[in-house]
């Protein structure tokens, strides 16, 4: 086959498969961007009416029909449509269907837009009826499970709700159309680019023909003139005809130039090749030597510039550089950025008497345990890898800075903080004995204590100095008041780490009434500090203290054993006092809080079920199967009573108060007080109480000071009450009287007439 049949074949071939092609990529390309603008139109229209929340929350299955009916209407496909309460019930639907499908995801937590292809009828060669579905959630701040709320209050309560609160999908609205639907919008388009495709090709076809011939027969002379060159029989005064001013003539005149010097050149040629190939093969073994040579060594650089040499983590100013990237980045995402200074005094005494090289052992070992402390995304790579994100770095000679970035609260710097400081002072063998090393922590938060990084650095060493000064044995939070000498909350620090907890704190005791049957169901034991120069000191002041210091460990086992010893006096005494009420912390909640708890009952002999762990919400929602697993061995295993204290004022949920093993719960005062205030208070607290029945949970309430206040919780269907209206938190000795008098009779007769 000539070379100019086979240039036409293959030019025709080519042109027409890349038509087609081009025909249908043009005719896919519309097809999903219909599919796109289509899903965007359904999108648009039922994220932006703010009606379809209110409608389908109440399930006004006329109004929602009336505007699905509306909505489909102004699609630009086919379409169906139906409306879905978030617990599953079908509102509407267009047209309307007996039993539509239901919806691709059933959630009340918020969800993305949802789109998938299925078949209705199960058939899987049935591809055109396959149907396109789009599942929208319907997004509000208000609970769907909210059946407090009328039609009437409802706007009022969506203007008062949080717009950085929570979000709760209301309900879903699923649209679907067929693959037919979109391909009988496209018929007009599809036929157009059809035409349009066949006609250029027609026009390119002729294009290619006409440019075969003109390029083919020169070049096959050409092919032949450079045959008889390759085989020496071309004859010396051979020429090509040069009559055109292209890349064809070009080549033609080039062609003349080798038949010319073809013979004369060959051996030069030869010889030319052999020693060019030698010369560029030194070339190249010299150049990637070289190139080796400067990566080594602007590897080094960096890595002397960015890291330090003794631990292999990055130093101050690689740590500086990255730390202001993190703080935007968690300024955007609304996160904090928490940074820990670290500083070991014990490791200059080792340097100064053990020499620098036992020194750097030890530093290197400090470095793995703050590494192994945190988390993955916390801790820097040891490799090479400048792209690294560093989240650890070495600071100085005895320094370390940690810095915890994609923080959801402030409170997590403080937990991680705390382990790092137990791993810090661990002991650690030098020279074949244990040491223990004298370890200062600072922290400060982004954006609470500056927005820049030299900022936070400065925080941060400003409370790793007041550790430092004051031998503090535990992290140190920076404060305003750190700036200021003599702060009342560094020195009441100080005197709780030093506190005598025996002649300092003690316990009061506030009774639990059971209205329904007139007894002394329990009491709940609440600390006091008579500090020894500024006397009583209540606990909302010295309970985060302990909390920050670590102290709280201490003074919770101090709360726990004082209380037991109080009820088993009691006992001896012959006053029956059922069960005794704690408060734990969730610093508290460790195992050896778990042993503690059971070696106090086993010395005291109590049964478990006298002691009685009062759980905040927040608590509940901190590494849920830690606290699943130590809850229930508290539980189950122990048989220790468990209460939820304060609820309705923190994070919990009605899966939380599912799924623990809980025994009480503990309505918070505030309800109490606002019942007064408002009525949304009192339905709210109605609610609990409801709720709590039917979790067949005990219910407390807390706070309650005045008769009205306790006929509404009677009402409401609560019988256990604890408040001034009864009595203070009481002495051990006036406890006693309190229930062995019985006087609190007087006062439930009087609330009873």
């Known amino acids: 086959m000539r070379l100019s049949t086979r240039f036409s074949l293959l030019s025709i071939i080519t042109v027409a498969l890349s038509g087609f092609v081009m025909c249908g990529a043009l005719l896919l390309q519309e097809y999903k961007t219909r599919q796109v603008l289509w899903q965007a139109e359904i999108e648009t229209a039922l994220t932006t009416n703010s009606a379809w929340s209110r409608t389908i929350h109440f399930r006004d299955d006329s109004s929602v029909q009336r505007d699905l009916a509306q909505f489909v209407n102004q699609l630009s496909v086919s379409s169906t449509a139906a409306a879905y309460h978030v617990d599953g019930e079908l509102i509407a639907s267009v047209p309307t269907a007996e039993q539509p499908p239901r919806p691709v995801r059933m959630s009340s937590e918020r969800v993305d837009v ?50 950085a609160g929570p979000r709760f999908v209301v309900g879903y609205i699923e649209v679907a159309t067929s693959r037919q639907a979109f391909l009988n919008v496209m018929a007009e388009t599809a036929a157009y680019t059809i035409l349009l495709v066949l006609a250029g090709l027609v026009v390119v076809l002729l294009l290619v023909r006409a440019l075969s011939r003109s390029i083919g027969k020169p070049l096959e002379h050409m092919a032949e003139v450079a045959h008889r060159i390759s085989i020496g029989e071309l004859p010396q005064n051979t020429r090509l005809p040069v009559k055109r001013n292209d890349e064809i003539g070009e080549i033609a005149n080039v062609l003349n130039g080798v038949i010319e010097g073809v013979h004369k050149l060959k051996a030069r040629i030869d010889v030319d090749r052999a020693l060019l190939s030698i010369k560029v093969d030194s070339a190249s073994k010299k150049l990637s030597a070289a190139e080796e040579q400067v990566s080594q060594a602007q590897r080094q650089i960096k890595r002397v510039a960015y890291y330090d040499a003794v631990t292999g983590l990055p130093n101050r100013r690689l740590m500086l550089e990255q730390l202001g990237m993190l703080i935007q980045i968690a300024a955007r995402e609304k996160r904090y950025i928490g940074v820990i200074l670290i500083d070991s005094e014990g490791l200059r005494r080792i340097n100064e008497t053990r020499g620098r090289e036992v020194g750097d052992t030890v530093l290197r070992e400090l470095a793995d345990r703050i590494k192994n402390t945190l988390r993955d995304s916390d801790v820097v790579s040891r490799e090479e890898n400048l792209n690294e994100s560093p989240d650890l770095a070495r600071v100085g000679n005895d320094e370390f800075c940690v810095v915890l970035h994609g923080l959801d609260k402030p409170d997590a710097a403080n937990l991680v903080s705390q382990r790092l400081y137990y791993a810090l002072t661990d002991p650690i063998r030098v020279d074949g004995r244990q040491m223990r090393l004298d370890v200062n922590i600072g922290v400060a938060l982004a954006p609470n204590h500056g927005k820049a990084p030299n900022a936070l650095m400065r925080a941060a060493d400003v409370a790793m100095s007041v550790a430092r000064r004051d031998n503090a044995l535990k992290p140190v939070f920076y404060e305003k008041a750190m700036d200021v000498e003599g702060s009342e909350r560094f020195d009441l620090s100080v005197d709780l780490q030093n506190a005598d907890f025996d002649r300092e704190m003690t316990l009061l005791y506030q009774p639990q009434i059971d209205t329904a049957s007139g007894e002394v169901i329990g009491a709940e034991a609440l600390i006091r500090w008579n500090h020894p120069t500024k006397g009583m000191i209540p606990p909302f002041k010295f309970i985060p203290l302990a909390e920050e210091s670590g102290h709280i460990i201490a003074l919770g086992n101090w709360v726990l054993r004082r209380a037991c010893i109080d009820i088993a006096t009691l006992r001896e005494k012959g006053v029956q006092l059922p069960k005794v009420s704690i408060n734990v912390s969730a610093l508290q909640l460790t195992n050896a809080f778990l042993e503690s708890v059971s070696d106090t009952l086993s010395h005291l002999e109590l049964e478990p079920s006298c002691l009685e762990l009062e759980l905040t919400e927040s608590l509940l929602v901190q590494n849920f199967n830690t606290v699943m697993e130590q809850l229930t061995y508290l539980h189950d295993t122990l048989g220790v ?105 007087n006062t439930l007769a009087e609330l009873d007439v």
């Open 114 to 163: 949802i789109t998938q292809f299925k078949n209705p009828a199960g058939i899987d060669d049935n591809v055109m009826n396959a149907r396109l579905v789009v599942s929208v959630p319907i997004i509000s701040p208000i609970n769907p499970i909210d059946y407090s709320l009328t039609p009437e209050n409802y706007r009022d309560a969506l203007f008062a709700a949080n717009s």
């Open 641 to 745: 009573r468990l209460s939820i204290d304060d609820f309705g004022t923190g994070y919990s949920s009605l899966a939380y108060l599912s799924r623990f093993p809980l025994d009480e719960l503990k309505v918070d005062r505030s309800f109490v007080l606002g019942m007064e205030q408002s009525d949304n208070f009192a339905k709210i607290t109605a609610a609990i109480i409801a709720m709590a029945r039917q979790l067949k949970l005990d219910i407390v309430v807390e706070g309650v000071d005045s008769p009205q206040q306790y006929r509404t919780i009677r009402e409401y269907g609560a019988s256990v009450i604890q408040g001034y209206l009864f009595s203070r938190p009481l002495p051990l000795e006036d406890l006693e009287t309190f229930i062995g008098e019985r006087t609190y009779l």
